[in-house]
């Protein structure tokens, strides 16, 4: 089964991520579980957002597309990333977010991706 | 059938035949796999153009041999370049053939499937390393069906391999007491497979799709090596009792049809016949397992021209069997269903409610789509159709989400007809 594990930030995660030794240390600790993640085989893929105040939004009203600078929706929290995992069980899913370094500062959202296949009924 | 795809055949074929050899010979699971997979693909260059060798087998062991014995020369060169004590082994040592004869090659098929299913593997690595180690496909081709990166397969295969070299390579049969074990973990691998291929919706993923002919063609050869195991034989006639339902259980615009609603002109008699003959034989000569029974089902399922002449008296005992031999949440709410088809939906319904003290069981999108259908029969759209609402919410498959959302539609006062 695939989960799509999406990482929350705020703009304190994005601080202590980019500065000083504890921000080392939390790169660190990121490489580190997406290393024994690509080992196990089950890391998908992962990638990290660029901070949020690079954000264009686009909407497309009457077939002409609406675009403005910044996100779409103004919250203290927002996506800063994510890791496609596949994994036995949503428990095993759940394991890996809470082991994701910024989870002590923000949380993650554990979803399960949609399947093409499905079961006789 | 092409030359080609008769080519590919006879490769898949020999592939477990080729890496058992050189397990056997050579040691090392991991390399030995490698140079097979190498052996293949200059098969498939050279074979059209040279014309098709008198002993394929042969052919391939050879040329593997070749592969490994070039590769572990130069480990050992290495070996010694870096070791200034240079160890004073000839690197002959590694190619001696195991002392006494060779087993028939066709056993070793076998052995590689059961070294393949070890216990010290994840089920998705076993999968993974069964489907190139025995199934002769390529890291890209499964990588392809199982939607996931080449990388990670690959990283998968490499580490099952070495998994298994580091626990000990132990070729041959597994010691006895494990061996029935191994052989149903096996079992479950090539239902995996084959489940994988056929629950994926029609036209989106050819590959996929292939995975349940490739499950098949694993499981019968298994068959033809054990004939007397029920359960191998219970797993090849359920496996040929779902397959025959293929070209009815969806609709054109992808969505499920349901067993009840299906054309049953369109079911393959020929895999109903087979598969219903199998598992016959098997129930009565055989100690009975979970494979035999939900073939049985199947095979109950099967015979029934309509729907409505279903035997559900006897699905039901079935099902209490499979409960007694297999228990599990899922084989209860099936059981529940077979209940309301012979007791009413109201009593269905009164079952139902028992298993929800199951927490997972109550959250899977299953349990709310029994009860809505139970709801449905018994009459009461509105709650019938907030079911449907919710089993649609919870699925995480497009045909299945469908299926639901079009069922709570019809049950839509504003959009019935």
């Not at chain 1, 690079?54 to 779409?72: E, H, L, Q």
């Not at chain 2, 990166?149 to 049969?173: N, V």
């Amino acid at each position: 089964m695939k989960y799509m594990l999406l990482i929350y930030d705020n703009p304190d995660t994005r601080e202590k991520m980019f500065s000083g030794d504890a921000g080392e240390q939390l790169l660190a600790d990121v490489d580190a579980v997406i290393a024994e993640l690509t080992a196990s085989g089950e890391l998908l893929g992962s990638e990290a957002l660029a901070d949020p105040s690079n954000t264009r939004t686009v909407k497309v009203a009457d077939g002409v597309p609406m675009v403005t600078d910044g996100p779409f929706i103004e919250s203290k929290e927002h996506m800063g990333g994510y890791l496609l995992v596949e994994c036995d069980s949503l428990e095993r899913a759940t394991e890996i977010a809470a082991r994701w370094p910024s989870a002590p500062f923000a949380p993650l959202e554990v979803r399960p991706v949609m399947d093409a296949g499905g079961e006789d009924m | 059938m092409s030359d080609a795809r008769a080519a590919e055949d006879l490769l898949r074929g020999l592939a477990p035949q080729v890496v058992g050899a050189l397990v056997r010979r050579y040691g090392h699971l991991d390399s030995s796999e490698e140079a097979v997979q190498e052996a293949l693909a200059a098969a498939v260059t050279q074979w059209p153009r040279d014309g098709l060798p008198e002993d394929p087998r042969a052919w391939l062991i050879t040329v593997a041999s070749r592969r490994l014995t070039d590769q572990l020369r130069s480990d050992e060169a290495r070996r010694r370049r870096e070791e200034a004590d240079a160890l004073r082994r000839p690197a002959d040592e590694h190619v001696a053939p195991a002392a006494g004869d060779e087993p028939p090659a066709e056993d070793d098929t076998l052995q590689v499937l059961l070294l393949c299913c070890h216990p010290a593997l994840s089920p998705p690595s076993r999968v993974a390393l069964t489907l190139r180690a025995v199934g002769g496909l390529t890291t890209a081709e499964i990588a392809a069906a199982y939607l996931v990166p080449e990388a990670t397969l690959a990283q998968r295969i490499s580490r099952a391999k070495q998994r298994i070299d580091a626990a000990g390579r132990s070729f041959g049969p597994p010691p006895a007491p494990e061996r029935g074990e191994r052989l149903r973990s096996a079992l479950q691998v090539l239902y995996l497979i084959f489940n994988e291929g056929y629950t994926a919706s029609s036209g989106l993923n050819l590959q996929r799709r292939e995975l349940t002919a490739e499950a098949m063609r694993l499981t019968r050869e298994v068959h033809r090596l054990l004939p007397e195991d029920g359960e191998v034989a219970g797993l090849l006639a359920l496996m040929l009792l779902t397959d025959a339902r293929r070209a009815a259980r969806t609709a054109r615009d992808g969505s499920i049809v349901p067993l009840a609603d299906q054309d049953r002109s369109l079911w393959d008699a020929a895999a109903i016949a087979e598969g219903t003959a199998l598992v016959t034989r098997a129930l009565r000569h055989a100690a009975i397992g979970p494979y035999q029974l939900q073939a049985a089902i199947a095979a109950v399922h099967a015979e029934a021209p309509r729907a409505e002449a279903t035997d559900w008296p006897q699905i039901l005992a079935l099902y209490g069997l499979l409960e007694r031999v297999a228990p599990g949440p899922m084989v209860s709410l099936n059981r529940t269903v077979a209940y309301a088809m012979v007791h009413g939906p109201e009593a269905g319904l009164a079952r139902l409610a028992q298993l929800e003290d199951d927490e997972r069981l109550a959250r899977h999108h299953r349990f709310a789509a029994v009860r809505a259908h139970l709801l449905e029969r018994a009459g009461d759209h509105g709650a019938a159709r907030a079911a449907y609402k919710l089993a649609g919410r919870r699925a995480t498959s497009f045909p299945e989400r469908r299926y639901l959302e079009g069922r709570a539609a019809r049950l839509d006062p504003r959009t019935a007809r």
